[in-house]
């Protein structure tokens, strides 16, 4: 009875924490313009489309989704908005993670919000340009759970 304690007192500190979600397949994904981890590739690719974009190949494996001044980059493991998708160009890096935050996913201090999932939603700069990106990026999303109950 004492192991069950601590076991489950384990448990629900570390999910308190945000250390490892409990459930990874009840977890609610991170969703950003419609687009979330629990949809297939095809079905993200199908909603930036739909959305007007035009998707052709690009370069290190990625599909590079057009809009006139919009650009969306998705590669398998994370999905890029350039500022153009949400009108962020003409600000700076701490007004885009406040106006994120603001919108409920709270990405002040790492510039990231980590889902109960195991995905995460970044803003940050690209090393050539001044300008913010939105990355929601799948992480460990669909994943199975740590688990240290037994070997």
């Known amino acids: ?3 069950l304690k601590v076991t489950l007192f ?7 924490l945000g250390i490892v979600a409990p459930y990874a397949s ?11 981890w629990s949809m297939t590739k095809s079905e993200i690719f199908d ?7 035009t998707c052709d190949d690009g370069q290190l494996g990625a599909i590079d989704c057009i809009d006139k001044d919009k650009t969306i980059v998705i590669f398998e493991d994370f999905v890029r908005f350039y500022c153009g998708v ?5 600000y700076s890096l ?5 106006a994120v935050s603001d919108w409920g996913y709270d990405v002040e201090g790492l510039g990231c919000h980590y889902g109960t999932g195991g995905d995460r939603l970044c803003v940050s700069l690209l090393p050539h340009s001044l300008n913010p990106t939105l990355i929601l990026n799948r992480g460990t999303f669909g994943s199975a759970t740590m688990q240290f109950d037994s070997l």
């Open 1 to 3: 009875m004492m192991k």
């Open 10 to 16: 384990g448990v629900l500190t570390a999910v308190s």
């Open 26 to 36: 009840a977890a609610e994904p991170i969703t950003i313009f419609g687009i979330n």
């Open 47 to 53: 909603a930036v489309r739909k959305a007007g974009y």
């Open 86 to 90: 949400f009108n962020g160009c003409d």
């Open 94 to 98: 701490m007004e885009v993670r406040e």
